[in-house]
């Protein structure tokens, strides 16, 4: 194979395709050159003046590298690998570094295989990071625990990179045993970071014990403060977090190629909307950076990160993994080739998916029957600690407040009303219990099995009716999202896969969830300036600030402690 590349190189022989007349974007010197590129077996092995069995005439359209997601969880687009792959390879990405770390917390390895094996023989390269945190607290009943002789198991797989993010600072800073295990097998492998705020001293350590990229970072100190210690800097534009408008001014011609586009979560109505790391070039591009340099963010530079030899780039020897652009203000996407083969034209994916067995990432919701008792909310008296929602944001608000209270039993107000967790894999009867604030619904119920980061059933409403019926079916379906009103079943979206994921395609899953966001709105009366199921499955998860509620029980996570519902 060397010898006949070697020969189409040098001109002797046709190459099986070529690419005519190109603006080829060259990411190792910054230049736009015109000319042919020759395609081999799938590899790229001319630059210049070709001839090929078959020719493909650009007429002086861009020729750029495809584009990698340095950092992204599959399951937040609520399909599957191969879903997924339709939904994003059009926009121009080729390959990603996903962390499974959302299957994993409900089916542990299982999950991560079924991710590795579901994603096989796609048009869109999936490597993976293995999770480092399963569960992400102790403060939480997961439906696994991952320690560092289960990932040992793994590590060993051809896709498998390193270690996904290490969400358990304090852990890697306080010399955690758990922790430094993992930190210890994975030594030569990348592992990626999840520390914001740590700075100075703390951040040294973390560094030290491995730690090579971040994505948390939300602030340009934060950045700096990271690249000057030889980090990986993540510049994240998803949908819970948008940080790439602040992050890229910092960006510049020094530090830029410690610099990676990543999306980490970006939910179906984005991905169809705005794209995936196409948007972070052309919101890069608006911001003023050299289009060039936001393609090398966007390719190169996280090939070079994750040690991804052959991709990343238009040169002899690489992977023809392309993208042709009709400029480099606008940035559309017009074709995208998986080596050498057309998969995505105007926004469309050109190839087909097989059927899939996904019989073992179902049945997932296994809870002890629940009754209405059980979500009781017995108080002292009537003042208690409220969970108080902000607008547009997932950082809660600890609050104090006096509330309605009969026979020691808590009643429902148009301000505050129930969350119940219930946790749902190992049938412990588990149903941690809180107050919310500024959810906004009235004479119903929304209940997920999405809820981060265990994953359990997560319900809030205003009566315990609609709570209960709300439970019973994402029983009955076997995990998804569900809409209550008046002892009624108003809609449901099944997440059958884990209780994360639907086997249905992204366009088909977006407008189910656009559906019952109208009536989440129209019907129960959830406050505007919430999403309502974004904001519900993240009120679980006790590592974002300042209060939230696991199966356990009310959690303030300043204090790291449980707390008690009454004052």
């Excluded at 790229?44 to 750029?64: A, N, R």
């Excluded at 910092?250 to 610099?259: E, G, I, P, Q, T």
């Excluded at 909307?273 to 966007?298: Q, T, Y």
Aim: aromatic share 6%; net charge negative.
């Amino acid at each position: 194979m060397i010898k006949k590349m070697i020969k189409i190189a040098k001109g002797d022989e046709k190459a099986q395709l070529v690419f005519k007349n190109a603006n080829i974007i060259n990411v190792f010197t910054n230049e736009i050159i015109a000319g042919d590129v020759a395609v081999y077996n799938g590899r790229i092995v001319g630059i210049g003046q070709y001839k090929g069995e078959k020719e493909i005439d650009l007429k002086g359209k861009f020729l750029s590298p495809a584009f990698i997601d340095g950092h992204v969880h599959i399951e937040s687009s609520m399909v599957t690998p191969s879903q997924f792959a339709k939904a994003i390879v059009p926009s121009g990405v080729t390959t990603i570094i996903a962390d499974p770390h959302e299957i994993a917390n409900v089916k542990g390895l299982d999950g991560i295989r079924y991710i590795l094996e579901e994603s096989d023989d796609l048009p869109l390269d999936i490597y993976v990071m293995l999770p480092s945190c399963v569960p992400a607290t102790p403060f939480e009943n997961s439906g696994a625990v991952l320690k560092a002789e289960d990932l040992e198991k793994l590590i060993g797989e051809k896709r498998v990179l390193g270690l996904g993010e290490m969400m358990n600072y304090p852990g890697v800073v306080n010399g955690d045993e758990d922790v430094l295990e993992k930190l210890t097998l994975f030594k030569d492998h990348i592992i990626d970071g999840h520390g914001p705020i740590i700075k100075d001293k703390e951040l040294n350590a973390y560094v030290v014990g491995g730690i090579d990229t971040e994505h948390e970072c939300s602030t340009v100190e934060e950045m700096v403060d990271r690249l000057r210690l030889g980090m990986y800097i993540h510049i994240r534009e998803g949908s819970a977090a948008r940080n790439l408008t602040e992050l890229i001014k910092a960006v510049n011609k020094d530090n830029l190629r410690r610099c990676i586009f990543c999306t980490d979560d970006k939910h179906p109505s984005d991905l169809l909307k705005n794209g995936s790391i196409d948007h972070n070039i052309r919101l890069a591009i608006k911001s003023g950076v050299d289009p060039i340099d936001c393609i090398k963010m966007a390719s190169l530079n996280a090939a070079e990160c994750y040690g991804l030899k052959g991709k990343g780039a238009i040169a002899p020897g690489y992977l023809a993994d392309m993208v042709v652009i009709d400029n480099l203000e606008d940035f559309n996407i017009l074709e995208v080739y998986k080596a050498g083969e057309l998969k995505g034209k105007d926004k469309e994916a050109l190839f087909n998916l097989e059927n899939r067995d996904n019989s073992r990432m179902k049945n997932t919701v296994n809870i002890k029957k629940v009754q209405e008792e059980d979500l009781q909310i017995y108080l002292k008296g009537d003042k208690a600690n409220v969970i108080k929602l902000l607008p547009h944001n997932l950082v809660t608000e600890k609050v104090e407040r006096k509330v309605m209270v009969k026979d020691g039993k808590f009643i429902p107000s148009k301000d505050i009303m129930k969350v119940a967790v219930v946790e749902r894999h190992n049938k412990t009867g588990n149903i941690g219990l809180a107050l919310v604030e500024g959810f906004g619904l009235k004479n119903g119920s929304i209940a997920s099995t999405i809820a981060h980061d265990s994953h359990n059933i997560i319900v809030i409403g205003d009566n315990d009716r609609d709570m209960l019926l709300a439970i019973e079916e994402l029983q009955r379906v076997g995990g998804g999202i569900t809409l209550v009103s008046k002892g009624e079943i108003i809609d449901t979206l099944p997440l059958t896969i884990a209780g994360l994921m639907s086997e249905e395609p992204l366009h088909k899953v977006n407008d189910k969830l656009n559906n019952m966001l109208n009536k989440a709105y129209d019907v129960l009366g959830v406050n505007e300036y919430i999403e309502p199921f974004m904001t519900l499955s993240f009120i679980a998860l006790p590592v974002i600030p300042n209060i939230k509620v696991t199966d356990m029980g009310l959690f303030d996570v300043k204090e790291f402690k449980f707390i008690d519902l009454s004052l």
